[in-house]
């Protein structure tokens, strides 16, 4: 099982980057597809979720109306499309999977059984 994410960069406030991450190896259109991110100094935090088939997504307030994540099963692919960057959006972003069908927001790490390597995100003021 394999996660490759990728699209980090450095973005000056108000921008735009859009996250890419790959699977292979795993049964992609049966995942739960999450991004998470760790902060300098920080733990790492959930950002948003998508289900099965791409109908639903959840995301952490401090995301909401500025990030959409969305996903190809075809090419067993998930975005994380960022707009209105802030500084404090700047971290490490992990793609992660589940194999669970996410009746309730999967928020935590401990829903996740895979892991990307992560992407760095830096937001300049």
């Known amino acids: 099982v394999q996660l490759q994410a990728s699209g980090g960069g450095l973005v000056q406030a108000g921008g735009s980057l859009r996250l890419s991450c790959v699977a292979s190896?795993?049964?992609?259109?049966?995942?739960?597809m999450g991004w998470f991110r760790q902060a300098p100094g920080k733990g790492r935090e959930f950002v948003a979720h998508i289900n099965w088939s791409g109908s639903a997504a959840h995301y952490a307030d401090p995301v909401k109306g500025r990030f959409t994540i969305t996903r190809e099963n075809a090419e067993k692919t998930v975005y994380l499309q960022m707009n209105s960057l802030k500084p404090e959006d700047t971290a490490v972003y992990y793609c992660?999977?589940?194999?669970?069908?996410?009746?309730?927001?999967?928020?935590?790490?401990?829903?996740?059984?895979?892991w990307g390597q992560g992407t760095l995100v830096t937001v300049s003021s």
């Open positions: 992660a999977r589940s194999g669970t069908y996410a009746v309730t927001p999967l928020v935590n790490q401990n829903d996740y059984s895979h």
């Open positions: 190896g795993l049964s992609f259109s049966r995942s739960t």
